[in-house]
């Protein structure tokens, strides 16, 4: 199928100011051409889409979701959800959660810890066809340390045993078994796990490292040899100093992180992808927004908050490139509501197009999915369509009824144009 639109305004995902009046042409589930309306009429054989009255964007990608979870804080995908709910019934709630993302335009998000490789198979199924969806960008398993962050059964009896949505490296070579794992079932990149949230919690802002340098070391060697980017849940201390020095490719949250780690990182080329919506869902919700009977989490709240914009604005004064992921799934994080992290990094002080750009061709870029992000020739037919311009006015992402169409692969996923009127029949 061959398919022309016409934008009315053109934000390409490079990061270039948009541009009036331009011709997209769509061949198959690629783009082919990308021109000014004026430069010529359009070819033989192409059905048109007038976008005429629409701001045209790549589709988005959200760099850090779990489609397990669903944003309900009663949601209980991440702490007793695993003994209570099937393994289909995960991959079904998975893909609700998918569904959510790609009508508000997100058309690629990567899945930073799954369980039972429910995001490899809802990834294969779609790009088979079998299924409409977003990409998916898949990690399997988050690669955890006894008693780390995704250690589950750190909540459990010491007699009972559970699959978590972790593998657990204590060691280098453990390390490199956890990779293999994950490579055995086809992952697009590896997730760790570099410092403790208990201890980060506890000790309000007292980052202890998850694993040792030595395991970190192990596990980024085996994922570059085989062509795998790592990035870390990580919020600051020794842990991010050992990740950052051994060749991480991203740091997720990075709340803590200091002048010094933020200056190795705009030096290594380390990006940050900072999830500032949980933070701010945090400032909106208050208590509300934390599991009860941690005495802790209050106070660790509050901490975040203090920090976590300011972290991104000393990153993006040091040219650290930052990536738009919201962490779906976090208690008031919903799925479909991604565009409000672009928001929440606009008051980090990006430019709202910095932000758009972090969350298409700069995203893309980041992630190494390198086929998606941008309107251009031979990348893949995703977009969006906006009902104004958000680069006047980011908020407007966030509304659904602003983005009228969504495009994956050259065809429409999403449709919410207003209904055409009949033309009056003159008798
Ligand atoms: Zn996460």
């Known amino acids: 199928m061959r398919l022309a639109i016409r934008a009315g305004r053109l934000i390409d995902g490079t990061g270039q100011p948009s ?224 990740a950052i020095e051994e060749g991480i490719d991203g740091i997720e949250h990075g709340f803590y992180l200091t002048d010094h780690h933020l200056d190795m990182m705009a030096e290594r080329g380390t990006v940050l992808c900072p999830t500032l919506s949980v933070v701010g869902r945090f400032r909106e919700h208050g208590d509300a927004a934390l599991p009860p009977g941690n005495p802790y989490l209050p106070a660790w709240r509050l901490k975040a908050i203090a920090h976590a914009w300011d972290t991104v604005r000393r990153a993006h004064a040091r040219g650290v490139k930052i990536i738009c992921g919201t962490d779906a799934a976090m208690p008031f994080v919903f799925h479909g509501t991604n565009a409000y992290e672009l928001e929440m990094l606009t008051e980090a002080g990006l430019s709202p197009l910095e932000a758009i750009t972090a969350a298409t061709g700069g995203a893309a870029e980041a992630i190494d999915f390198k086929d998606v992000g941008t309107i251009a020739p031979t990348k893949l037919a995703d977009l969006a369509c906006v009902d104004g311009d958000p680069l006047e006015e980011i908020k407007i992402l966030q509304d659904l009824q602003r983005i009228p169409l969504v495009i994956k692969d050259g065809r429409i996923v999403a449709d919410r144009r207003p209904a055409r009127v009949p033309a009056l029949v003159s008798v």
């Open 19 to 242: 541009r009036r009046n331009a011709l997209i042409l769509i061949e198959g589930n690629r783009f082919t051409a990308v021109s000014r309306e004026d430069d010529g009429s359009i070819p033989e054989g192409y059905e048109v889409l007038d976008a005429s009255q629409y701001t045209v964007l790549p589709g988005l990608i959200d760099c850090h979701v779990h489609l397990v979870g669903s944003g309900d804080p009663k949601d209980s995908a991440f702490g007793v959800g695993e003994v209570v709910t099937s393994i289909p019934a995960v991959t079904l709630n998975c893909y609700r959660n998918a569904l959510q993302d790609l009508e508000a335009g997100w058309t690629t998000v990567r899945d930073a810890a799954s369980r039972h490789f429910a995001d490899v198979a809802l990834r294969d199924a779609i790009n088979r066809g079998d299924l409409v969806g977003p990409r998916l960008w898949c990690c399997g398993l988050g690669i955890t340390s006894t008693a780390g962050h995704m250690d589950r059964e750190k909540y459990l009896a010491p007699h009972v045993s559970l699959p978590g949505p972790s593998a657990v490296a204590d060691d280098p070579t453990e390390g490199r078994k956890a990779v293999r794992l994950n490579l055995r079932n086809n992952v697009d990149f590896i997730k760790i796990n570099a410092t403790l949230t208990e201890h980060v919690r506890r000790y309000l802002g007292y980052c202890a490292p998850e694993m040792t340098r030595e395991t970190m070391a192990a596990i980024f060697q085996e994922a570059h040899w085989h062509g795998r980017k790592v990035t870390a849940h990580c919020y600051g201390g020794d842990g991010a100093t050992w």
